[in-house]
T-cell receptor, first 113, second 111 residues
Framework: DGGITQSPKYLFRKEGQNVTLSCEQN?????MYWYRQDPGQGLRLIYY???????QKGDIAEGYSVSREKKESFPLTVTSAQKNPTAFYLC????????????FGSGTRLTVV | LAKTTQPISMDSYEGQEVNITCSHN???????ITWYQQFPSQGPRFIIQ???TKVTNEVASLFIPADRKSSTLSLPRVSLSDTAVYYC????????????FGTGTKLQVIP
């Protein structure tokens, strides 16, 4: 079955460390997105990518970095510059033009210890 | 992108029909209205999308009046498993966009 796979499901990070969250899709979708969700809050857009080797900042990109070397993969790195990284991170993809439904992964819960 | 406004929370008893209304006064001609459902610790799931009048699928119905400044998601005969957060989004047709999900409406179904 096609879908989006995020790993790991739970991640613990020490202060000052960089960590990378994985996101892989086999839906052949052009666009991919990263969102952050804090308890009781909505989703805030971190980065998005429309095509390979291209990505744009969302509303809260500071302290994060991404790459899009393959259509299927859109990893997110949470750097030490992100002062409050503890959150639930969601990756999504969409076909792009002509169809606007987002498919989401199951999320990664990151905790700073 | 058109800003959306929806109630923060709603309660309903099992078996009742639930209607969640979303306001989007600044909706543009090419915008579609889309609803998502999110359970705790999961990613949102697409429920339904529409442009005008009424759309129905196996899960819900979406009612959109002629002026399109609001829309209503209707969930027939809710069960406990419908307890979730429901997000209303306005999305532009024909391209990519920076879609931000608001806080949504937290629906609590009561036995």
């Amino acid at each position: 079955d096609g879908g989006i796979t995020q790993s790991p499901k739970y991640l613990f990070r020490k202060e000052g460390q960089n960590v990378t969250l994985s996101c892989e899709q086999n839906l052949n979708h052009d666009a991919m997105y990263w969102y952050r969700q804090d308890p009781g809050q909505g989703l805030r857009l971190i980065y998005y990518s429309q095509i390979v080797n291209d990505f744009q900042k969302g509303d809260i990109a500071e302290g994060y970095s991404v790459s899009r070397e393959k259509k299927e993969s859109f990893p997110l790195t949470v750097t030490s510059a992100q002062k409050n990284p503890t959150a639930f991170y969601l990756c999504a993809s969409s076909p792009g033009t002509g169809n606007y439904g987002y498919t989401f992964g199951s999320g990664t819960r990151l905790t700073v210890v | 992108l058109a800003k959306t406004t929806q109630p923060i929370s709603m309660d309903s008893y099992e078996g009742q029909e639930v209607n969640i209304t979303c306001s989007h006064n600044n909706i543009a001609t090419n915008d579609y209205i889309t609803w998502y459902q999110q359970f705790p610790s999961q990613g949102p799931r697409f429920i339904i999308q529409g442009y005008k009048t009424k759309v129905t699928n196996e899960v819900a119905s979406l009612f959109i009046p002629a002026d399109r400044k609001s829309s209503t998601l209707s969930l027939p005969r809710v069960s406990l498993s419908d307890t979730a957060v429901y997000y209303c989004l306005v999305v532009i047709s024909g391209g990519y966009q920076k879609v931000t999900f608001g806080t949504g409406t937290k629906l609590q179904v009561i036995p």
